[in-house]
């Protein structure tokens, strides 16, 4: 039976925030002052103060803009913005000039979406691009040199020389303070770097194998519709409208193709996998073969991996190693059957890691199974959380200036 997530659960999901690395801060200054707040970018606790005004050792909360405030992944991005209450000033919402004029809900307020144009980011601080590589292209580069940083989420930055590729929990001691571009990988790399990251610090990572299973959502908001409008043609016993968004029916059905075909036969999505784990992982010679795979799922990425190291993990010693790893919650008790599923991570802003065993034929070799909400945590929570790890090193660098 196919797994079917309603994404409507995303928007009012409570977050999850885990508990050995939660950490304290001060702010959400529009229309209040001194608000507690619970965010994780480092191990460190660092207080800040950011206020409506400016004044001795205040700094000012930014001016914030969200480029496809109305598409998917921009409205989720507003709502983790107010579930994890970051200060903003002034929200700026923005998409192309088909969607300028609507509204957008955001803390209590209707908000006019405006045209998201070369000139519109004058007196920003922040832009979370959640649209297109074609907009992103061409406007990140007018945000920055208006002063502002911008977090973008497409592909068009993240194999820039020069570009950080952020996972917070992983590398958010490369952020500059200074207006720049910040990349954020692709949904499917997240969960698997998370993964990744702490077994390469406990043994040294020395090849890995991947099979992805990805959900309806990583195609966007018409990838879910189309796969809801076939399983309804299937329940009333029609024969569902020709697959508009996917290569063949994705209801009742699986498909090993995840964007689009090159020339040795392995997909982009594959490409981006491997490309990008080397980028933030710091391994750019790491042997990394990946294949994609599109399930009849809404929300919920998962990646079966074989994880080879230079010496011999005992499982116990994975288990540790990435139960300690900020932002991966290990589920593995598979005598009770329990494991991590889509159903389980949606909704939720955590890696999920589980199914942890030894290779039968090499004991340097371990399998792991990783989930992870591809729409949250894949997309607009490593947004928001890069964002928080900015506004960290911000701060420090007001404090020391002070």
């Known amino acids: 039976m196919s797994i079917i997530i309603s994404i409507e659960k995303l928007l009012i999901a409570k977050r999850r925030v885990e508990p050995a690395y939660r950490r304290k801060?001060?702010?959400?200054?529009?229309?209040?002052?001194?608000?507690?707040?619970?965010?994780?970018?480092?191990?460190?606790t660092i207080p800040r103060r950011f206020a409506a005004r400016r004044g001795p050792?205040?700094?000012?909360?930014?001016?914030v803009a969200v480029v496809g405030a109305t598409g998917l992944v921009g409205e989720i991005l507003l709502r983790i913005l107010e579930d994890r209450a970051f200060p903003v000033s002034e929200l700026r919402p923005m998409a192309s000039a088909r969607s300028a004029g609507s509204k957008v809900a955001f803390r209590g307020q209707e908000w006019q979406v405006l045209e998201a144009r070369a000139d519109a980011f004058a007196g920003v601080d922040l832009v979370f691009f959640a649209a297109t590589g074609a907009l992103s292209r061409e406007l990140a580069p007018a945000a920055v040199e208006a002063g502002a940083t911008v977090i973008d989420k497409s592909s068009t930055w993240r194999l820039r020389d020069g570009v950080p590729l952020i996972v917070p929990e992983i590398n958010a001691d490369q952020i500059p303070t200074e207006p720049?571009?910040?990349?954020?990988?692709?949904?499917?790399t997240i969960g698997v770097v998370q993964a990744l990251a702490p077994l390469h610090r406990?043994?040294?990572?020395?090849?890995v194998v991947i099979t992805t299973l990805q959900a309806a959502s990583g195609a966007g908001r018409d990838g879910v519709e189309e796969l809801r409008a076939q399983h309804a043609a299937l329940l009333a016993g029609e024969q569902p409208a020709l697959a508009q968004v996917f290569g063949a029916q994705l209801a009742d059905n699986v498909i090993p193709?995840?964007?689009?075909?090159?020339?040795?036969?392995?997909t982009r999505e594959e490409s981006k996998l491997l490309h990008e784990s080397r980028k933030i992982l710091g391994l750019p010679a790491l042997p990394l073969t990946a294949t994609c795979v599109r399930v009849p799922v809404e929300v919920g990425h998962s990646a079966s991996m074989l994880v080879e190291t230079e010496r011999a993990l005992e499982?116990?010693?994975?288990?540790?190693a990435l139960a300690a790893q900020p932002g991966v919650r290990v589920v593995d008790d598979t005598a009770a059957e329990r494991y991590p599923t889509p159903r389980e991570a949606a909704g939720t802003d955590e890696v999920l890691v589980g199914r942890i065993r030894k290779d039968r034929h090499?004991?340097?070799r371990l399998w792991v199974?990783?989930?992870?909400?591809?729409?949250r945590k894949g997309a607009a929570t490593n947004a928001v959380q890069t964002a928080e790890a900015w506004l960290a090193a911000r701060a420090r660098r007001h404090d020391g200036e002070a």
Request: proline share 4%; net charge negative.
């Open 315 to 320: 499982i116990e010693e994975a288990r540790a």
């Open 25 to 44: 801060a001060y702010g959400e200054m529009n229309g209040r002052q001194g608000a507690d707040l619970t965010f994780s970018v480092s191990r460190r």
């Open 57 to 63: 050792r205040i700094m000012q909360a930014p001016v």
């Open 257 to 266: 193709h995840c964007d689009a075909l090159e020339a040795d036969g392995y």
């Open 362 to 364: 090499d004991p340097r």
């Open 180 to 188: 720049s571009i910040l990349a954020c990988p692709n949904c499917s």
């Open 202 to 207: 406990a043994a040294t990572l020395k090849s």
């Open 369 to 375: 199974w990783q989930v992870a909400d591809n729409v």
